[in-house]
């Protein structure tokens, strides 16, 4: 048996890539910086934001093999006929690796997906909002990457879920159609931005009138308040900056408006400040996550999370950014539904491991928290798992393996791989795989 067919046998130590966004957590207190300094051996910049930190295939922070042994199985990736463990082979990426042994995937995985991962495992350390943005359906994205390949980095979707480790806050999806005209009569400068006569069309239409209906002015009055002049947008949330803060001192301020002075804050001048009022204001308790399809408006605001999504870095952005905006694309592609979003508090899979199941093919969640002295088992299943510690130490035991793992460790476990997980100290970790209904279609 050759080396790479060992290593296809057992888990594979990651090095992880970071990504340095100015709305990071700076070091001293980022989760990211801290995972990021424990799995690379690189000593963090406490004064430096770190936002992202990724763990998977894709070519914007891809991940690779570890040179050191332990549970990197590296000694047995080849690569030009030298070990990549030792000091005379090239480093081998995740998504290398991948290509040269397919059956790490399982035969279903490789079968929709090709020779390639599905799902991108990502620690997010937020500090201040990210942008309104959505991400496109997969049509949408191949245009987009054809047209923009620079912007758009790939022709992929990228339907995603956060699931809290922190109290996180996002603003997701439209609010309710009776919320909406709620926010036109209460927020004058909304309508000053769009006219009175955009706003009356909102105010007069009813739910009788149909969905579509709805969707089609919400769509309007949202357009014409995101293409708003640079002038417009500054009056208006200088107003309205002012008014609040004269309200403030005569009535309490709602948690919308609370939340719009904290982005005037950060977003001097933006239209998305104004545009926040548009959004539901989801707070998520640790352990409860939100998912995300395709086309649907989000920003998430502060906090840390877990989150997985399918292997894309496509996102179009249209407020509370110094980055590219793409507007236009932006308010043409929304679903516009309106609704407060599901939230997802997992189910029990054992006494020890929380499952998150959002309704797309590529992905789902685990959470294991073992407490000191205790084992938990993750059984086999026919796709490509990755794991990362993020509290304490423990072994992960396979058939053919016993590894040693502890914070900030990321592991790849192929297909069709049972682990036995043990500690002698309280032990979490994250699982992120292909989505198990899918993998149970016969």
Excluded at 344 to 372: A, H, M, N
Excluded at 373 to 401: C, K, N, R, Y
Excluded at 434 to 442: A, T
Aim: one cysteine or more; glycine letters at 8%.
């Amino acid at each position: 048996m050759d080396a790479d067919s060992k290593a296809a046998r057992r888990l594979l130590r990651l090095t992880c890539s970071v990504q340095k966004y100015d709305w990071g957590r700076t070091g001293s207190d980022s989760l990211v910086s801290k995972l990021y300094g424990l799995n690379s051996g690189k000593r963090t910049d406490i004064d430096k934001p770190y936002a992202e930190f990724w763990m998977g295939t894709h070519e914007s922070g891809p991940s690779f093999l570890a040179k050191k042994g332990g549970a990197g199985g590296v000694a047995g990736a080849v690569v030009n006929g030298s070990s990549a463990n030792g000091g005379c082979g090239e480093i081998v990426s995740l998504k290398s690796w991948i290509l040269k042994n397919p059956n790490v995937l399982g035969d279903k995985v490789l079968h929709r997906w090709g020779c390639d991962l599905p799902f991108l495992f990502k620690v997010l350390s937020v500090a201040k909002a990210l942008s309104i943005q959505a991400h496109p359906d997969k049509e949408l994205a191949k245009t987009l990457h054809k047209l923009l390949p620079n912007v758009y980095k790939d022709d992929n979707h990228k339907p995603e879920m956060a699931l809290a480790i922190t109290e996180f806050e996002a603003l997701c999806s439209f609010i309710s159609l009776q919320e909406l005209k709620s926010v036109l009569q209460n927020v004058p400068e909304i309508v000053e931005l769009v006219g009175s006569e955009e706003a009356n069309r909102v105010l007069h239409v009813e739910m009788q009138d149909g969905e579509e209906k709805a969707k089609f002015v919400l769509q309007s009055i949202f357009t014409n308040l995101m293409t708003a002049s640079m002038e417009m947008t500054t009056k208006a949330t200088t107003k309205l900056k002012s008014r609040l803060h004269k309200e403030s001192q005569v009535r309490p301020l709602t948690e919308k408006e609370q939340l719009v002075l904290r982005l005037e804050k950060q977003y001097p001048a933006d239209i998305g400040v104004i545009a926040a009022f548009f959004f539901n204001y989801v707070k998520l308790n640790p352990g409860q996550a939100l998912y995300l399809g395709a086309n649907e408006p989000h920003a998430y605001i502060s906090g840390e999370c877990i989150e997985c999504m399918a292997t894309s870095d496509n996102v179009v952005r249209a407020g509370l950014t110094p980055k590219h905006r793409d507007v236009q694309t932006l308010c043409s592609m929304l679903t516009y539904k309106q609704g407060f979003p599901e939230i997802l508090k997992g189910f029990p899979l054992s006494p020890y491991i929380t499952r998150y199941l959002p309704p797309f093919d590529e992905f789902e969640v685990d959470c294991c928290i073992l407490p000191k002295g205790t084992s938990s088992v993750f059984p086999a299943v026919s796709g490509p798992s990755i794991f990362l510690v993020t509290d304490g130490e423990g072994s992960m035991l396979t058939a053919s393996h016993n590894d040693a793992v502890a914070e900030g460790d990321v592991l790849f476990a192929p297909a069709n791989t049972e682990i036995n997980i043990t500690t002698s100290s309280k032990l979490q970790l994250y699982r992120a795989g292909v989505n198990s209904r899918f993998l149970q279609i016969v």
